[in-house]
């Protein structure tokens, strides 16, 4: 019971501290076998991969690697890393991500939709909400595929309800903030006021 | 009862936190529930969270997402800037910028600016007692 206690703070304080900078980053990583006598030149081969840094991304290459393939980090070689950026960080897209993860009974297959300015946030909204929605952890997700998909083959209604020109809607519930962290009280004299 | 203030594409908003603290920024497209893509002319485009911004009762014509160039020939021909400046919480943000900067010798001039306004006041006053008594 202790035991579980420890871990249950343990993702908690995980949680708070990655809130202020998981970003994730998608990386190209090319690696191959180490040649050898019978095999003077093994194939190449190159993934995309979605990670918080390069270190986790070349390990996660192997990961999927020896899944595959019969190679392991220990005899084979990564031949490059490179990041991959937002070609257009400006512009909205509906990101379509297809996804595998382990819950607690099993395997299952996912399509997921996200509306954002770059593939990283919307991977990242993937894995927040996988975490939120179905208590599935980073490390049990597999990411198969990732799409922009245009508004017209959106299939979710979550998506596609921002599908609108003249989109317009109030907002109801507007708390006022004070502008710096150091402003902040814990006691107020009035209530506050929501209206906008 | 009722909304006056709708998030739409063409909203001026001002930014209430973070690093463009006090800026004004104008809606140009809808990401999700919670988030905006905002553009000033002086910013380059980004999303940021309805938590940072306050609507304003200025809206332009703007389509959605317009080029940078558009969106600024949109902003001046509705005299955003203007219309800001002579809002009273315009006014008000202004005159809230010019205190905090003031000099100590500003602040002797303020005092002495205020003595007298105070004293005009109250000579009028007097003139009024008198009239009436």
């Known amino acids: ?196 | 009862m009722g909304f006056k203030r709708y998030v739409e594409i063409g909203r001026v908003a001002l930014i209430n936190y973070g690093k463009d603290y006090g800026k004004l920024v104008v809606i140009v497209d809808v990401v999700d529930q919670n988030r905006a893509l905002v553009d000033a002319p002086d910013m380059v485009r980004s999303q940021l969270n309805f938590k940072r911004l306050t609507l304003t009762d200025i809206k332009i014509d703007i389509n959605r997402a317009p080029r940078k160039k558009t969106l600024i020939e949109a902003m001046e021909k509705a005299d955003v800037k203007g219309k800001w400046e002579n809002s009273s919480w315009g006014r008000k943000l202004i005159v809230q910028k010019k205190r905090a900067s003031l000099n100590d010798f500003d602040r002797f001039k303020v005092m002495l600016a205020k003595i007298k306004r105070g004293g005009l006041v109250r000579q009028e006053l007097a003139k009024l007692k008198k009239e009436s008594a």
């Open chain 1, 1 to 196: 019971m202790i035991e579980g206690l420890f871990v249950g703070l343990l993702i908690g304080s995980i949680c708070v501290f990655s809130f202020l900078f998981v970003q994730y980053h998608q990386y190209q990583v090319v690696g191959r076998a180490l040649p050898t006598e019978s095999d003077g030149h093994p194939k190449i081969y190159r993934m995309k991969l979605w990670n918080t840094n390069e270190v986790r991304a070349k390990s996660k290459f192997w990961y999927f690697l020896r899944k595959l393939k019969k190679v392991k980090k220990s005899n084979g070689q990564i031949l490059a890393i490179n990041e991959i950026f937002e070609k257009n960080p400006t512009k909205i897209n509906n990101y379509g991500i297809w996804l595998r993860y382990q819950s607690r009974t099993g395997y299952h297959n996912m399509y997921k939709e996200f509306r954002d300015t770059t593939l990283n946030g919307a991977v990242e909204q993937m894995y927040s909400e996988m975490a939120s929605r179905h208590r599935v952890r980073s490390p049990c997700i597999q990411i198969i595929k990732t799409a922009t998909i245009p508004a017209k083959l959106c299939k979710r209604e979550s998506t596609k309800q921002f599908h609108n020109s003249k989109i317009k809607f109030p907002l109801v519930f507007k708390k006022v903030r004070p502008p710096t962290r150091k402003l902040k009280t814990t006691y107020k004299a009035s209530r506050p006021n929501l209206f906008v």
